[in-house]
């Protein structure tokens, strides 16, 4: 009880300053007089004053945040943020349920892009842009841009960045505070986020489009104003920028305000995810174009490689667009993609799964052993980009990614005895605990969500909010030492 009150009313704060984000969706209402301007307004004052009270009711307590009362923040802001940013679909969708409204919001938050809803094309464009705005925020994460512009949080906004920011290595400072460094990240966020926007517009979007499809690009979150995703407008050139998009916005943000600070290209040459990751994409773009090809999939070599290369990213970053139903593709080809949403993009990008980082550090450690099993005696740092990694985050990470596999199998076996099939159970968790949006099956990219029932539809909303706030963030919360004294 005590850190609920501790967080309390920094929680209230966030969310009156979370509230502002309606206008941006009242402003689109009224300009294409769609009728949602009500239900916005009334969110907005529902969300501010929720904020309000909960702020002027705990404004006196002066603790400061210790790491427990940072992961508490953002797992309740994560949460309640979901529930009441459900509150402008369920005034305007009719028949829709608050399970549904609910999963539609957490998956816009976690930048993940599963979606229940279809009739994309005729829903109100403040609906759709709301949808994608919810992406573009949490891409970055809501706490840190709360922690940029809420310097009240003091030291305590140390607590909080390192509780939302993704990646094994937090500790590492781009600048000497906190507020400068979250403040720096979302100028870098919102620099590239427009040149997005222009280059989505000259490509052929329209402006609105051109917003909508930036935001989920950003965030690698893959919400779509279209039923058909990127197959709307079938142009190589739009899907050209996409591509390029995807891959920055699946890079270091905190590599890119590196080398937009210092006006150099070093920090990435010095970045140890950056090869590895592009290389394992494209490689693989090129892989599957081969498979599709010599299965006879496509007719020629280039219509392979386009179709792979959009495809293939698209899932590899955790981004979620389709241009076609891969679905249909021989099965090979989608279990790839499935496999490289796991681990592709790297830390401190706004995808999803476990990193390209730890994933280099457990090929590092898998290799040390080998060294052992024939050197006993030797001695076997562990080096990445020239630094010795200290052990602690070494097992760190296999705990890491034990406590992953372990959720993975869990939440498969409670889907399928709920009446799932295997594919379509495995699919749902894997594409959901790495926040990357369409499965396979059932929840291919040609189908919706809104096949699962109630159940299922919150063990993949519960799977969603794990994987982005990376699994400890969230199972930590429900262990009996998180609440003792």
């Not at 000497?176 to 989505?200: D, H, N, Q």
């Amino acid at each position: 009880m005590s850190a609920l009150l501790t967080v309390a009313p920094l929680l209230g704060l966030i969310a009156m300053v979370m509230s502002l984000s309606h206008l941006l969706p009242i402003a689109v209402s009224v300009y294409y007089h769609d009728g949602a301007t009500q239900a916005f307004t009334i969110s907005m004052a529902v969300n501010f004053a929720a904020g309000f009270a909960m702020w002027f009711s705990t404004r006196n307590r002066k603790d400061e945040l210790t790491s427990r009362d940072g992961i508490l923040l953002v797992v309740l802001a994560w949460c309640g943020g979901a529930a009441f940013a459900t509150l402008p679909l369920l005034m305007v969708i009719p028949g829709l349920s608050f399970t549904d409204a609910y999963f539609e919001t957490m998956s816009g938050l976690t930048t993940t892009g599963s979606t229940v809803l279809s009739g994309l094309d005729a829903l109100e464009p403040s609906i759709n842009f709301w949808r994608c705005l919810l992406v573009w925020l949490g891409g970055m994460g809501l706490i840190v841009l709360a922690v940029a512009i809420l310097p009240l949080l003091g030291v305590g906004g140390r607590q909080i960045f390192k509780a939302e920011t993704p990646g094994p290595m937090k500790d590492e400072k781009l600048t000497p505070r906190i507020t400068e460094t979250a403040k720096g990240l979302w100028v870098v966020y919102a620099i590239i986020s427009m040149a997005c926007v222009f280059a989505y517009r000259g490509a052929g979007m329209s402006w609105f489009d051109a917003t909508v499809h930036m935001f989920s690009t950003m965030g690698l979150g893959g919400f779509s104003s279209h039923d058909a995703s990127f197959g709307y407008w079938n142009s190589p050139l739009i899907e050209a920028v996409a591509i390029l998009f995807m891959l920055i916005a699946s890079i270091n943000f905190g590599t890119h305000f590196l080398a937009v600070r210092n006006r150099s290209l070093r920090p990435y040459r010095g970045d140890p995810e950056i090869l590895w990751c592009l290389g394992m994409m494209l490689g693989s773009c090129l892989l599957v174009a081969a498979y599709l090809l010599f299965k006879d999939t496509y007719a020629d070599f280039l219509s392979a490689l386009r179709f792979a290369s959009f495809n293939v990213i698209s899932i590899a970053t955790t981004t979620g667009y389709a241009s076609t139903d891969f679905n249909e593709w021989p099965i090979f080809a989608p279990l790839w993609m499935l496999f490289l949403c796991s681990f592709a993009s790297c830390s401190g990008s706004t995808g999803g799964g476990i990193k390209m980082i730890r994933a280099r550090l457990l090929y590092i450690q898998v290799y040390r052993e080998f060294v052992r099993l024939l050197h006993p005696t030797a001695a076997v740092p562990a080096k990445l980009a020239g630094h010795v990694i200290d052990n602690k985050v070494i097992f760190a990470v296999l705990a890491f990614l034990f406590i992953y596999i372990a959720s993975i199998v869990v939440l498969t076996l409670v889907m399928t005895a709920s009446g799932l099939d295997v594919l379509t159970a495995f699919s749902a968790v894997v594409a959901s605990i790495n926040n990357m949006g369409p499965g396979l099956n059932e929840v291919g990219p040609a189908t919706t969500y809104a096949v699962l029932d109630d159940f299922q539809t919150w063990v993949c909303t519960f799977a969603m909010l794990l994987g982005r706030l990376e699994l400890f963030t969230v199972l930590i919360v429900f262990t009996p030492v998180f609440w003792r004294k």
